[in-house]
């Protein structure tokens, strides 16, 4: 699922270096879902990073043109992957658009947002995947709007067996640059997380929905 194993690990090393990504087994997070997670990923901080951006950009770039070629659009996924994504479109000097989780309710009543043609080709931009829940439902949008989805690039997967077989099941392809399993490595290795931390974490990644902090 990562393409390059050395942006994986500097990836995670920035992620953690601005605490766009924060570990708290003690004292764990609410998701939206209701699952308690000892981790919190909000990608949107590195758009405060020139630094860190501009490695992200570049790297997804990159990596983009390598597997997907050179679509007609990029696509962002609102709201957390409409900065990376224009970023990502000006840097190829592609359209951009983005894709709401819903159709507005006023005005032009519009779920995507920019000019897209029947046909063209799309290449997705995400900031994070989780249960793949939302990434596949701006998929979807575009495939109604009769685009042609080659695939999606994440900055950040927690890399579960359900967005896996999410994605499988609508046989669309995905990458990122980083995962949970690069986060958690590189953390041990600088001294980010206690012994007793690590074991928290792995133990929540085996079971997020049914995990509870001890």
């Not at 063209?120 to 109604?144: C, F, H, M, P, Y």
């Not at 980083?178 to 980010?192: F, G, K, R, V």
Request: charged share 25%; hydrophobic share 40%; aromatic share 8%.
């Amino acid at each position: 699922m990562i393409l390059d194993k050395d942006t994986a690990k500097k990836t995670a090393e920035l992620l953690l270096q601005i605490k766009a990504i924060k570990l708290k087994p003690q004292d764990p997070f609410t998701w939206s879902s209701g699952w308690k997670s000892p981790i919190y990923c909000d990608n949107r901080v590195m758009l405060s990073y020139p630094g860190v951006r501009n490695f992200v950009r570049a790297h997804m770039a990159a990596q983009l043109k390598q597997h997907f070629g050179r679509p007609d659009v990029i696509a962002g996924v609102a709201t957390g992957a409409i900065g990376i994504g224009m970023l990502v479109a000006d840097y190829l000097d592609l359209p951009f658009l983005y894709v709401r989780p819903e159709a507005k309710k006023h005005g032009r009543k519009n779920q995507i947002e920019g000019h897209l043609q029947p046909g063209q080709t799309v290449v997705v931009i995400e900031d994070l995947i989780s249960t793949g829940k939302s990434s596949l439902n701006a998929v979807n949008a575009l495939k109604r709007a009769e685009a042609e989805v080659k695939g999606m690039l994440a900055i950040f997967s927690y890399g579960f067996d359900l967005a896996s077989q999410n994605f499988k099941d609508q046989d669309i392809d995905f990458k990122v640059l980083s995962n949970y399993e690069m986060l958690i490595e590189q953390a041990h290795q600088t001294d980010y997380l206690k012994k007793e931390d690590l074991q928290t974490l792995n133990a929540w990644r085996n079971d997020p929905s049914n995990w509870t902090p001890k």
